[in-house]
């Protein structure tokens, strides 16, 4: 079904495309040792041993970084005492760009690609850097190529034009075309690369996800967004005129459109993916881990032409490096592909003691540990490379001190009572202003968010009176929980908040799950008939600022938290809409407090938080019923 889906929304703009596309010009030389683009009639034509030569090739790559740099603690399921089997939970310190560097590092030779499926954004890093330690990072690194992720675009089109001049690699996005009106004009955004490898060309083309990039970042209308497969499909065309026969290209569509992309273009060879995050594994020991997996590595799709199309990605945030070894015969065609996702860990380990409480693993149970790791193909221990934390070292001195540093000012405490009492219209409302604040922080940090839904227990302290600083926030929202939005209509939305409510009253006393929300508000019935204790639910046009009963056939893009997005805490209409049609719902990759955090710093005026406003507060009245 999502493949028809994706072929639907691809077929109706094509005749379109196409035409636009046969309007591009041809690529430009570039001019670098590294990179050979076909610049000349010399590349139409190649010699015996370019045409007749197998070709070993090994493919490194990483993607949905997030901004993420450093390595981050993580749980693993691990067989570590042969005197009780079974498995135990060990903490590590996973990933980080100066573990994956080092892995690059030791692996890389003439015949290896290190690519980047792209996608920044998501942490303090970027908030306070806006991409220059990530591209500072690859440089680095040395990426052969990286593709455009939607949130490159997040601080609009001259930001992006800007980080580009940056950058000491090819950046690729074949179906993105700036007009002259752009900013992004003249950037060296290039539909595709060639490599000389051994003698042998290889193509790169990349490809980026067109609605969402347009419906969920800051890109202005000046940029072109062609059809994905029909522009893969024109520039592999091209490539081949070139005499290039082996293709890879670097996706930053999903793993589900890579798949649709497989199967409907010929003479690809290799899909390096990503903005979906997926695990995939064919060791089988990623799930013994504890860890969900999406697929195997690499994924095998039949194209047009019934020949293999291999498709890989290495998960997200940096937690590892995708290694897939390719052989070629001597027409370019694939013989082989093997490889996986490797997770790269630290040294220290933490295990849970009598009490289970983690503590620092013994002499004993590290040796253990690092025995049961030493047996898996799918985990490393990896040094951390030192020029990339020297890199690191003065943006995370800043970060941290920042941290510390006053983001405005609080007017009056904004409490985090989860259940409000009863108030009646024109009264002081009850309940938690400090859920309300995080809605609207959600709802103004998401261009694409009609509506945001906080539950209260995902905020843990008040805001109080006075100075409001960047930990005061962390304190506020400290969970490891992202920002999403989920596509979903009037009427889910009235059933998922009396869910919602339905939850933190029942037999589980979650009180936590109490729904709080920005661009919404309605009447509460406390103890009230399941699924009806909110009534009256209406929402607000942000561009009038009138508010209207809800439509219960529209659709509303909602924006909450990862946590009740899976539909936890009685959130059960958030899990079933997602289910049921994934491309509702879209991961936006920002930690939780970063929202929070620009709300303060960017939005409102004089940084200063000023007293709720009962009249955009989401609760209109709250009562108890009668037994």
Known sequence: MVATNFLKSCSETREKCVSNLKQLTAVGCLGLSVLLTACS???????????????????L??????????????????????????????????????????????????????????????????????????????????????????????????????????????????????????PLYGSDIQPYVIKEIDNQLVGIIGVLKSEKTR??????????FDDEIESVRTYVNELQGKSVNKIIVLSHLGYEFDLVLAENVADIDVIVGGDTHDTLDSTGELAGMGITVDGGYPTIIQNPNQEPVYIVQAWEYAKGLGHLRVSFDENGKVTNATGNLELLVGDQFQVKDQD?????????????????????????????DQKILDLIAPYKAELEAYKQQSLGSVTEPMPFTRIPTNFAPGEKPTGSYAAQVVADAFL?????????????????????????????AYTILPFSNTVVTIDMTG????????????????????????????NLRYDVTLNAKAGTGIRNVDVRDPATGNWSPIDPQATYTVATNSFTALGKDGYVTFGKVREANPESFEESDVA??????????????????????????SLKSVTTATP
């Open 41 to 59: 009639d010399d590349n139409d034509s190649k010699s015996s041993s370019q045409k007749d030569k197998p070709l070993e090739l090994t493919i």
């Open 61 to 182: 790559h990483t993607n949905d970084h997030h901004s993420y740099f450093e390595g981050q603690s993580f749980d693993l399921d691990l067989e570590i005492d042969a005197n009780q089997p079974g498995k135990e939970s060990v903490r590590v310190d996973l990933g980080g760009f100066p573990r994956i560097a080092s892995a690059i590092g030791e692996y890389r030779d003439d015949n290896t690609l290190v690519l980047n499926s792209g996608e920044l954004n998501g942490t303090l890093y970027f908030s306070l850097f806006k991409g220059e330690l990530d591209f500072k990072v690859f440089n680095e690194i040395g990426l052969d190529a990286y593709e455009l992720g939607n949130h490159e675009f997040d601080e609009g089109d001259a930001h992006l034009a800007n980080l580009l001049t940056q950058v000491d690699f090819p950046i690729l996005a074949s179906n993105v075309r700036p007009t002259a009106k752009s």
């Open 215 to 224: 419906e969920s970042s800051m890109v202005s209308d000046d940029v072109v």
């Open 356 to 384: 289970g409480q983690w503590a620092v693993a013994d002499t004993s149970q590290t040796a253990a540990i690092e025995q049961a790791i030493g047996g898996l193909t799918t985990i490393r221990q990896m040094a951390e």
């Open 444 to 472: 103004t940090y998401l261009p694409k968010a009609d509506v945001a839904i906080q539950n209260a227990g995902g905020v843990r302290a008040p805001l109080e009176d006075g100075n409001f600083t960047v930990a005061d």
């Open 491 to 518: 009427a889910d939305i009235v059933q998922v908040l009396n869910e919602a409510l339905d939850y933190a009253q029942g037999i589980s006393a979650s009180t936590g799950a109490f729904p709080y929300s920005s």
């Open 592 to 617: 939780y407090a970063v929202p929070l955090i620009e709300y303060f710093r960017d939005e409102l005026p004089d940084n200063i938080l000023p007293p709720l406003d009962p009249d955009t507060y």
